[in-house]
Every structure is written in C-alpha cells, then in structure tokens.
C-alpha cells in the first residue's frame, strides 16, 4: 500500500513537471520564443497612402504574422516624435516615419535599426500656398506652418534657403491634423505638409507652389522608412520577414491592380479611390530588389546613397539646435539594415 503511494505521488509529481514544461514552452518561461511562439508584435504605422498601409488594408500583413504564430496589433502616430519615444521606451516594437525623425532616432541612441524604405517622397509632400501667395518672396515677413524635425520641416527649411529667405518667414512648428485648422482661420498663408492634408488645403482656396518631387531632382531626398528595435529584430526575425514579404505583395498587386489598391487604400483613408490612386503615383515606392541598390540602402557589406541622405539631414537638424550629437559615418552605416531584405531576396531566387 506504502509503494502504491509513492507511486501515485511519483506519478503525480512529473505530471506536475510536464505540465510546467509544456506551460512554460508556450508562455515563454525560457525567455520570449524567438520564432514560433505566440505573442503579439506592436507596428507603429503611419496613415499616407503607401506599401504598408496597403498590406494593412488587405490584410496580409496581419495574415501572415498570424502564419508563424504572432499576433499583429497596429498603432497609428501622426507624428515620429511620437513614435520615437514609443520605441525608447519599448512600447513598439516597429514605427514608420519619415527619414528625419529616423535620423533623430539614430542621434539620440534610440536602440533602433532602419529595414525598410517606403516611399519616395514626390508630389505627396509639398508647399501649399494661399491662393494670394504667388511667388516664394510673397512669403517674407508671413506665418507658414509645417511639423518640425519633420521631411517638411527639412525640405521647406531647403527651399527658402535657396530663395535666400531663411529667418524672414515665420514658421510655426504645428501637428499635420492642426494645420487644417489654422489654414480655415487665416493663421497661416502657407504649409509645408504632406497627404491626405495638402490635397485637402489646396481644396480650400490653395495652390501648390512646390513639391518634394521638385527637390528630389535638385538632389534633396526625403523618404518615409520602417525602424525596428534592435533587440527585437534579433530575436525574432521571422516576424521581420512576415512583414517584407506582405509588403512586397502590396507591390504586387499595386502593379498588376492599381485600381484595387487605390480602393483598398481609399477605405483606409476615407478618400474616393482615384484621389488615392493620384497620390501613390505621387511618390516612389521601392521593392525589396530596389531597396538594395546601390542608390538606396545598399547591401550589408557596401551601404548605399542613404548613408549620405542621412547625414546631410543631420547637419541640417544638427545646424538648427534639433541635434546635440551628430552620429558618425559608421553609426549611420550601421543604423541602415538591408540584411532582412537580402535574406528575403535570396529565400525568394
């Protein structure tokens, strides 16, 4: 009878282990699971009309995070400043903003590495001018909004640099979604900004007196890119593939389906499809094999034409007080991370 219950008790006690093993496999009791398990990665979108968003609407994103196990929950910022400090903080886990705050990410040591380029920014970014404003020496001595330390903020600074009108315009440091309002009330007579508001302002007894696309051929790039956290990316790089792959088939069907996209995109934005459709032709959208070029991101062991990108915005950011540090040539070269998309590349020849 004594043996009958040490062996109940035996029997009992590795049931119990068993099952603390099983429990801890699954709920990462040795550490968050690195590749097959069941947790949820935080995306930091932003709401323009490009690939990721695409990939969101269709839902592809989502699907095939859900295919290895990751659950997808999506948070939108207007603004990278916001994003940025979700990421110091380790609230996200990936951001997409525009190039500028990526550069004020890597200079303030956010643990961060940029994986992707969205889009090039063209004619979705620009100056909108009252429609009394014909000329850029019509805005001495004016009030014109657009977001600091953003890709308006840098390309506006650009323009009226070059029209010798630096410190003589009033600029006014405003969140995209309040420039609307100021617009209505005569605050302003001018916006640097980007879609769906330029679009909207223009609406309103406006005109685009330049854009990004402008100063793209003038050799001035701006760009909306993805980050990762660093440490995230290297414990789950499943997850970063997951992502390129659903927004290398938002290019797919953006190529093949343009009118679908844009509906897609539409219902995303809340705009009629063919003003999406103008938009995304509006900027440069680049695929994985793009990405690697030598004019962009270049590969892992030769780094491309956005390392220079990166450090003319930080002299400029630097120049204006937005900067204490400036990062150095290798801490650019290391921030740009084109091994996920090679890693992709070679999966997919």
């Known amino acids: 009878m004594a043996r009958k219950r040490q062996w109940?008790?035996?029997?009992?006690?590795?049931?119990?282990?068993?099952?603390?093993?099983?429990?801890?496999?699954?709920?990462?009791?040795?550490?968050?699971?690195?590749?097959?398990?069941?947790?949820?990665?935080?995306?930091?979108?932003?709401r323009v009309p490009n690939d990721e968003l695409l990939a969101k609407g269709q839902h592809t994103l989502e699907d095939k995070l859900a295919e290895i196990g990751v659950?997808?929950?999506?948070?939108?910022?207007?603004?990278?400043?916001?994003?940025?400090?979700?990421?110091?903080?380790?609230?996200?886990?990936?951001?997409s903003m525009g190039i500028t705050n990526a550069v004020v990410a890597l200079a303030n040591q956010i643990p961060t590495e940029l994986i992707w380029i969205h889009e090039l920014l063209g004619e979705t970014e620009g100056l909108v001018v009252k429609d009394s404003i014909n000329s850029l020496s019509d805005l001495a001595g004016q009030r014109v909004a657009t977001t600091f330390a953003s890709t308006s903020h840098y390309s506006l600074e650009k323009v009226l640099e070059a029209a010798n009108l630096s410190g003589q315009v009033k600029l006014i440091d405003m969140k995209s979604t309040d420039i609307a309002a100021s617009w209505a009330s005569g605050d302003i007579v001018g916006a640097y900004t980007w879609e769906p508001n330029l679009s909207q302002l223009v609406g309103q007894s406006g005109h685009v007196l330049l854009n990004s696309k402008d100063l793209q051929d003038k050799g001035i790039v701006t760009a909306n890119v993805m980050l990762g956290r660093k440490a995230y990316l290297e414990d789950h790089p499943k997850v970063t593939q997951a992502i390129i792959q659903s927004i290398e088939e938002a290019h797919q069907l953006y190529a093949s389906q343009p009118d679908q996209a844009a509906n897609s995109l539409g219902k995303e934005l809340g705009m009629p499809a063919d003003e999406v459709l103008k938009q995304m032709r509006g900027s440069k959208w680049l695929k994985a094999e793009d990405q690697v070029q030598p004019t962009y991101l270049g590969t892992s062991q030769d780094k491309g034409g956005f390392v220079q990108i990166i450090q003319s915005i930080a002299d400029f950011l630097s120049s204006?007080?937005?900067?204490?540090?400036?990062?150095?040539?290798?801490?650019?070269?290391?921030?740009?991370?084109?091994?996920?998309?090679?890693?992709?590349?070679n999966k997919e020849r």
Do not use: C, M, T
């Not at 603390?20 to 550490?31: A, P, T, V």
């Open 320 to 345: 204006n007080g937005q900067l204490s540090d400036e990062p150095s040539q290798k801490a650019i070269e290391d921030f740009l991370r084109p091994s996920d998309i090679e890693r992709y590349l």
């Open 71 to 95: 659950k997808a929950k999506f948070v939108e910022f207007d603004s990278g400043v916001e994003a940025n400090k979700a990421l110091a903080s380790g609230s996200i886990d990936y951001a």
């Open 8 to 46: 109940i008790k035996a029997a009992i006690g590795a049931f119990i282990v068993v099952g603390l093993l099983i429990s801890g496999w699954h709920y990462g009791l040795f550490g968050r699971d690195a590749e097959s398990g069941a947790h949820e990665v935080r995306i930091a979108y932003l």
